[in-house]
């Protein structure tokens, strides 16, 4: 399995970015696909998942409201459409996956990095 994220960049807070991470190398109907992003000094913190078959999607409560995580299945791509950035937001953003009965996450994307300027 592999994925691929892109889309970060520097933006101004309020501002919005859309990440997007393209999956490869199974099948993933079983699976679930998240996000999770890492800021300097910090511990790597949950931000969202997608079930791949049905679409069901979780939040953590510091982005709720603000990010939305969506999936194309025909591309095999899952997207981050972050809105209201804050500057607190500024981290490395990493992609995930999982089969839906696993309890840990067994394959990550190598991260893309948003910057949010106040």
């Known amino acids: 399995v592999q994925l691929q994220a892109s889309g970060g960049g520097l933006v101004q807070a309020g501002g919005s970015l859309r990440l997007s991470c393209a999956a490869s190398?199974?099948?993933?109907?079983?699976?679930?696909m998240g996000w999770f992003r890492q800021a300097p000094g910090k511990e790597r913190e949950f931000i969202t998942t997608?079930?791949?078959?049905?679409?069901?999607?979780y939040y953590a409560d510091s982005v709720k409201g603000r990010f939305t995580i969506s999936r194309d299945n025909a591309k095999n791509t899952v997207y981050l459409q972050m809105n209201n950035l804050k500057p607190e937001d500024t981290a490395v953003y990493y992609c995930?996956?999982?089969?839906?009965?696993?309890?840990?996450?067994?394959?990550w994307g190598q991260g893309t990095l948003v910057t949010v300027s106040s």
């Open positions: 997608i079930t791949w078959n049905l679409g069901s999607t």
């Open positions: 190398g199974r099948t993933f109907s079983n699976y679930v």
């Open positions: 995930t996956t999982k089969s839906s009965r696993a309890s840990n996450w067994r394959y």
